[in-house]
């Protein structure tokens, strides 16, 4: 069975960024509501049960085809607010290290910025935009890319290192249609350890 994680701070851990009611709902009714319908979609398969959801995403074809919908939509949402939660963080300094990383990367911390921003904020519908890491691809392993639904990179063999959600369910109390400034004001809090502890990760295996 899969569960709901701890949040790991407080609701309110994020105002003004992020307000609190927004977090309460969308971790303890959407997140939820993810768990409920991955774990409901996988009540025939006991087998698939011992999976973890990033097993289970990583290569849909293997799922059987009556369930791979509900475990593209549910499974991807579960593992996509698993990873969101904790990437957020106030006041938390990106490191020189992997500042230098970014800049080599994208020619400077502030043209990341434009470009992450440029392509959160040019998504049509519901989605995520993330910053991936593809190892397959050695002249450009870092990528923004955006993707649809609940869909993770994990499936396209890629390591998501940032992630923001761009779902209107994300951001709509506060910032109602003003999703560029919702994506501005993400940066306030980024858990940049988080996003480095992900490139560790990502480059070892
Ligand atoms: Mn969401």
Redesign the pocket.
């Known amino acids: 069975m899969h569960t709901l994680p701890n949040l790991g701070y407080e609701y309110n851990a994020l105002e003004p960024y992020i307000d609190e009611q927004t977090m309460r709902i969308?971790h303890t009714k959407?997140h939820q509501t993810y768990v409920d319908k991955l774990n409901a979609a996988l009540e025939k398969y006991p087998e698939l049960q011992k999976k973890s959801a990033e097993e289970l995403i990583k290569d849909l074809s293997k799922i059987p085809e009556d369930i791979q919908t509900a475990v593209r939509n549910h499974g991807g949402g579960h593992v996509n607010?698993s990873m969101f939660w904790k990437l957020l963080k106030k006041d938390v300094k990106i490191s020189d290290e992997f500042l230098k990383i970014i800049e080599d990367n994208f020619g400077g911390f502030d043209k990341f910025k434009e470009m992450f921003s440029k392509s959160a904020n040019s998504l049509f519908g519901s989605g995520w935009c993330w910053l991936v890491f593809d190892k397959e691809d050695k002249d450009e392993s870092f990528k923004i890319m955006n993707a649809q639904n609940q869909d993770n990179p994990i499936t396209q063999g890629m390591v998501p290192l940032l992630g923001i959600?761009l779902?209107e369910?994300?951001y709509y109390l506060k910032y109602q249609n003003r999703r560029a400034e919702y994506v501005t004001n993400f940066f306030n809090v980024i858990n940049w350890q988080q996003v480095e502890e992900n490139y560790r990760e990502a480059i070892k295996t």
């Open positions: 969308h959407h607010h959600d779902w369910h994300a």
